[in-house]
T-cell receptor
Framework: QQQVKQSPQSLIVQKGGISIINCAYE??????FPWYQQFPGKGPALLIA?????SEKKEGRFTISFNKSAKQFSLHIMDSQPGDSATYFC???????????FGTGTSLTVIP | ETGVTQSPTHLIKTRGQQVTLRCSSQ?????VSWYQQALGQGPQFIFQ???????GRGNFPPRFSGLQFPNYSSELNVNALELDDSALYLC????????????FGPGTRLLVL
């Protein structure tokens, strides 16, 4: 059973456009929601993260929007650049602090 | 680079064999988690070790086992390999359990034939 559901599976965006990736969860015990970026041949790297008591967090061109009542959160990449082309994973951490559940990933391609 | 290293980078085994994968954590990190990432999927949590003790386990059978050493390097052992064990195996280290930021290594790509 997939604890964190992620969509879309793939995304193609023009340079300068906005990339939006969505995730949904069911487990109300999750207390931390990170997004990871993974390039081919590399491990995932933490991009940005949010806690459920905050509805939005922005870091540079990256913004997380969080809707606690709907159990949904999304990543927005503003002014998308070809260098943003990578696979993005949302994740959620249990409140015991020792287990992360990942979405299935979104392959983002930014066309110059 | 995260400072987390894994070896080997690639490995080919046959069904039924045993394999040991190694991870060297970032300096000062006493917590390591192991993940299995099948092709086209997100990482799945296998288990976590903290101060040489298992500190949580995902939905993986007992033939997946681990060790953490006093220098905080760690091993993932998989016995009786199955074809479905073919995947990228990632380790991630963090300063302490529960700390949000975990640093991933580049992974070991295992192919079981």
């Amino acid at each position: 059973q997939q604890q964190v559901k992620q969509s879309p599976q793939s995304l193609i965006v023009q340079k300068g456009g906005i990339s939006i990736i969505n995730c949904a969860y069911e487990n109300t015990a999750f207390d931390y929601f990170p997004w990871y970026q993974q390039f081919p041949g590399k491990g995932p790297a933490l991009l940005i993260a949010i806690r459920p008591d905050v509805s939005e967090k922005k870091e540079g061109r990256f913004t997380i929007s969080f809707n606690k009542s709907a159990k949904q959160f999304s990543l927005h990449i503003m002014d998308s650049q070809p260098g943003d082309s990578a696979t993005y994973f949302c994740a959620a951490r249990t409140d015991t602090g020792n287990q992360f559940y990942f979405g299935t990933g979104t392959s983002l391609t930014v066309i110059p | 680079e995260t400072g987390v290293t894994q070896s080997p980078t690639h490995l080919i085994k046959t069904r039924g064999q045993q394999v040991t994968l190694r991870c060297s954590s970032q300096s000062g990190h006493n917590t390591v988690s192991w993940y299995q990432q099948a092709l086209g999927q997100g990482p799945q949590f296998i288990f976590q070790y903290y101060r040489e003790e298992e500190n949580g386990r995902g939905n993986f059978p007992p033939r997946f086992s681990g060790l953490q050493f006093p220098n905080y390097s760690s091993e993932l052992n998989v016995n009786a390999l199955e074809l479905d064990d073919s995947a990228l195996y990632l380790c991630a280290s963090s300063l302490v359990p529960g700390l949000e930021t975990q640093y991933f290594g580049p992974g070991t790509r295992l192919l079981v034939l």
